[in-house]
């Protein structure tokens, strides 16, 4: 088995006396201080997170747009220079590869950021479907990824910045200068906040990350760890790849079907087009156990009129809502009644049939100016 692989950030994670974990081939921070106090610091003030197990690929040239649109869900063709977008990778048969973030740099020059356990997978597959058309770089080892989250998050970086940050759109992207490393910042996330992804080589990633530390501790800024971003995405009801998504669901059951273009040949048109007009099999959905303390987490069972009717992806105690929430697929194929929000449902926790309620998602959303979504569509 070979051993997990280490950010540039490690000695700086283990200074600020992080528990670590493997994630994804990484050994990564779980938490610094605890994962309530980071999760709180997050939705109250600014978090900072080491992302940099991600993975970054680059494609340029003529047809590296072909490659994109023949490659992904979504319309790479709808993005401007300086915008960013949400868009998943199938398979034939509608299953999910892997769900990415593809950044337009310049008329014939893009950026995907992937899943870190997905890098290689990731990697193949696109080189594959490109053929040589076009240039394309794999540079995750020689990139680092700093995330800043939070609803002061900007007004802590527009004081690092050399360049108007601030005015940057969401989900826009521009390159420039911050505690004067040269950055790409995308004003994306994974949190259901405001704030920023900087992409920085791996030189001058040390040095602004204790830079925003530094700046941001007057407003109780904190170093973030695995274990609250996931409480924070599941909060906003974001899909996570091996929980929500994988080979065996496809992104319109995960009910991300408004980052599926149809009418437009990728690879998955077929399956899914067929889902859209023929019905699902399945559907994501989420919960809440009435009871107000029961977590209902993945693998559990769910039961619908007393009968087993799907399984739970993801589930943990939220934080911001002081309650546990959770994510499930339910089987919907034949049925009668497709699962509705407000519908009594029951959940196997330790082999008690707790009851719980299907709810809307996300669970947590600050304000309508900062939705708790996916992506710009």
């Not at 399956?271 to 099999?281: E, T, V």
């Not at 156990?289 to 039961?303: E, S």
């Amino acid at each position: 088995m070979n051993a997990p692989k280490r950010t540039v950030l490690f000695d700086l994670h283990q200074k600020l006396g992080a528990r670590m974990t493997v994630f994804g081939g990484f050994e990564m921070p779980v938490s610094y201080s605890g994962i309530i106090e980071e999760h709180l610091a997050v939705r109250n003030s600014a978090g900072v997170f080491d992302l940099s197990h991600m993975g970054e690929f680059e494609i340029s040239g003529p047809h590296a747009l072909e490659t994109l649109e023949r490659a992904f869900t979504n319309s790479a063709a709808r993005l401007k220079n300086g915008q960013a977008q949400y868009t998943i990778m199938c398979a034939e048969d509608g299953g999910t590869i892997d769900d990415l973030i593809v950044y337009r740099l310049g008329p014939e020059r893009y950026m995907l950021c992937v899943n870190a356990s997905n890098i290689d997978v990731d990697r193949e597959w696109i080189v594959e479907l490109n053929g040589g058309r076009a240039k394309f770089e794999d540079v995750s080892d020689a990139t680092s990824l700093i995330a800043v989250q939070g609803p002061v998050a900007v007004a802590i970086l527009a004081t690092l910045a050399e360049f108007p940050i601030a005015d940057v759109a969401r989900f826009g992207v521009a390159e420039g200068t911050v505690a004067g490393i040269a950055c790409l910042a995308a004003r994306t996330g994974y949190t259901g906040e405001d704030g920023f992804e900087l992409f920085v080589d791996n030189n001058g990633a040390r040095q602004l990350f204790e830079a925003i530390l530094g700046v941001g501790a007057a407003a109780n800024i904190k170093p973030v760890g695995l274990g609250a971003r996931d409480t924070l995405r599941l909060e906003a009801g974001l899909p996570l790849y091996g929980h929500e998504l994988d080979r065996n669901s496809s992104p319109l059951e995960a009910g991300l079907g408004v980052f599926v273009k149809l009418g437009r040949p990728f690879v998955g048109d077929k399956a899914l087009s067929a889902q859209r007009n023929h019905g699902l099999k399945k559907t994501l959905i989420g919960l809440q156990t009435d009871d107000g303390r029961m977590v209902a987490r993945q693998g559990y069972r769910v039961l619908r009129n007393g009968e087993e009717a799907g399984v739970v992806t993801s589930g943990t105690f939220a934080p911001s809502i002081q309650r546990p929430i959770a994510m499930a697929y339910l089987n919907v194929e034949g049925a009668k009644n497709p699962p509705a929000v407000g519908e009594p449902v029951e959940v196997e926790i330790r082999e008690r049939k707790a009851r719980a309620t299907i709810v809307r998602r996300p669970f947590y959303r600050r304000d309508d100016n900062h939705a708790a979504s996916t992506a710009n569509v």
